[in-house]
């Protein structure tokens, strides 16, 4: 299991689908996801700070964890079948619930707590970008060019 870091919201063009990037803290693997609108859009107001005038689906599901008398423990993104991947949201006493990544990872971002990829997942879906000396963007924006969704969808082989 590796501890993962959020790197940001991209979009790939045409398509303006959105894709959550998701880093090794320790290491050089990275996590593409693609996620839906609203999801890619709760992520990023949380990285840029804004505070909605009203709670948002994220932030509701936090004052909820909270009111209720519950500890998030952390997020794993745990499996990926089909193209699609899996998340746990990790409870105190570990308690786990399922989830969209894209939901887990608004979630943690609020809450504050890490999030995990396991080691199958990254093995079977984590890339090395080439050439370190690149900005992060800039490489992550080479990869969008040269990947669809299709690419992570399992096989027969």
């Known amino acids: 299991m590796s501890e993962m870091r959020v790197i940001g919201i991209r979009v790939e063009q045409p398509q303006n689908q959105p894709v959550l990037l998701l880093k ?87 809450v504050g707590v890490p999030i995990y990829a396991e080691e199958a997942v990254l093995d079977e879906a984590g890339l090395v970008m080439p050439d370190e000396r690149e900005d992060e963007v800039e490489k992550f924006k080479e990869f969008l060019e040269s990947v669809s969704p299709d690419d992570f969808k399992a096989t027969d082989g």
Do not use: C, M
């Open 24 to 110: 090794e803290t320790d290491g050089d693997r990275y996590l593409p996801i693609w996620i839906g609108q609203p999801e890619a859009t709760a992520i990023v107001l949380e990285q840029q700070g804004v505070e909605p005038a009203r709670p948002l689906t994220h932030d509701l599901i936090k004052n909820l964890i909270t009111a209720l008398g519950h500890t998030l423990r952390e997020v794993r993104i745990v499996d990926l079948q089909e193209g699609t991947f899996y998340a746990d949201l990790v409870f105190e006493d570990d308690l786990r619930i399922s989830a969209r990544p894209s939901d887990s990872v608004a979630i943690a971002l609020r």
